[in-house]
């Protein structure tokens, strides 16, 4: 390959591929062949040709537009969306390594599924019809984060009249506005940055907001305040499980403001999510997940600095719709759905694991 058109032509037919294999993420490396990821398993496209550091530069050159594709080569990596007419979305980041370019992309589906669907527990609902509060979801890259968001958003749409605002960088799923006003703003396509979209929402009249990633001090600080003035706050985080997120939170503060925010966060706080993709018997993936909701019980703890007591409360607090990891976990088990030995890998406490199949 060595002309535009030519990569603009094998680009096309990788994305065809993605989607007739199912798969979940494109890779394109100097030195490899494309290798997709299906259920979790990297698999190379042995038929296509090795990929050269030109070939690389060339796929990125098509997959980006023209100002983002400048601002990548200075600032040497990119977050960025692509669309494949109305077949697929992706979103993309593109590196350098070894002085070539490497992309990943992720396929975004085209229809936001909903909560069942996705096999999440009812009592996510609960958090969809609150009118002010800060939910997270959580867990490691490519764990399904923004497609649960995706989902709780867009029950909201069908289910009544919001003003719903995203900053995203970049878009992913593209709602359409149905009972709602959605508006989708990108960092550096339609903002500068998280926090400078943030502030703006206050003079927005929005309901509900949904900010990408909580990324930097001044985002998380402006998130929380807006949770305590009468804003829906859904937001995502890179952390484990609910009580590294709060800590997570609070370490992110100078230590002179960190009992402020502790006070902040036990008022604002609604639940945390954390959620796992765990490979099925039968092919596939299935989540398994962990639910904290705040009360005053959890509010004191956060407040008191005993966060480390939050697992124990999550996981003696069923009744109240609670969902701890392990519980989950036990419960594919015993249905079937995933190995034990894919619980272990996946599970916080593997000895109370243990314990419990």
Not at 54 to 70: C, I, P, S, V
Not at 155 to 176: G, L, S
Not at 295 to 310: Q, Y
Request: proline share 4%; net charge negative.
């Amino acid at each position: 390959m060595s002309t535009a058109a030519e990569y603009k032509k094998e680009l096309e037919d990788l994305v065809l591929t993605v989607i007739h294999e199912n798969a979940s993420d494109l890779h394109l490396v100097a030195g490899r062949h494309p290798t997709l990821r299906v259920a979790g398993e990297l698999i190379p496209l042995v038929k296509k040709a090795v990929l050269t550091e030109a070939d690389t530069l060339g796929l990125a050159g098509e997959l980006m537009e023209d100002h983002n594709y400048k601002l990548f080569l200075e600032s040497r990596e990119m977050d960025f969306s692509f669309s494949f007419g109305k077949e697929a979305r992706f979103r993309g980041n593109a590196f350098f390594q070894k002085g070539s370019v490497a992309v990943a992309l992720r396929l975004i589906p085209k229809q936001i599924k909903t909560l069942r669907e996705l096999s999440l527990p009812p009592v996510l609902e609960m958090f969809t019809r609150r009118k002010q509060g800060f939910f997270l979801v959580v867990g490691p890259v490519g764990q399904g984060k923004s497609t649960t968001l995706a989902s709780m958003v867009e029950m909201v749409n069908k289910e009544r009249a919001e003003n719903i605002i995203t900053i995203e960088d970049p878009i992913e799923y593209v709602f359409t506005p149905d009972r709602s006003i959605i508006s989708q703003r990108e960092v550096r396509s339609d903002t500068v940055d998280f926090h400078v979209a943030l502030k703006a929402v206050f003079r927005e009249d929005v309901d509900i907001i949904l900010i990408g990633e909580m990324r930097g001090l001044e985002t998380i600080s402006t998130a929380v305040t807006a949770a305590e003035t009468g804003h829906l706050v859904f937001s995502t985080l890179h952390t484990n499980n609910a009580a590294q997120t709060i800590d997570r939170i609070i370490d992110s503060f100078p230590p002179e403001q960190q009992d402020q925010i502790r006070v902040q966060l036990a008022g604002s706080l609604a639940g945390i999510f954390s959620q796992r993709l765990v490979p099925k018997i039968s092919g596939g993936l299935v989540p398994a997940y962990e639910l904290l909701i705040n009360n005053n019980a959890v509010a004191n703890l956060i407040r008191e600095r005993r966060t480390h007591e939050v697992p124990m409360v999550i996981e003696t607090s069923s009744e109240l719709g609670m969902i701890d990891m392990n519980r989950s976990l036990a419960e594919l088990v015993r249905n079937g759905e995933i190995t034990a030995e894919n619980a272990y890998l996946h599970s916080f406490n593997p000895r109370a694991l243990e314990r419990m199949l």
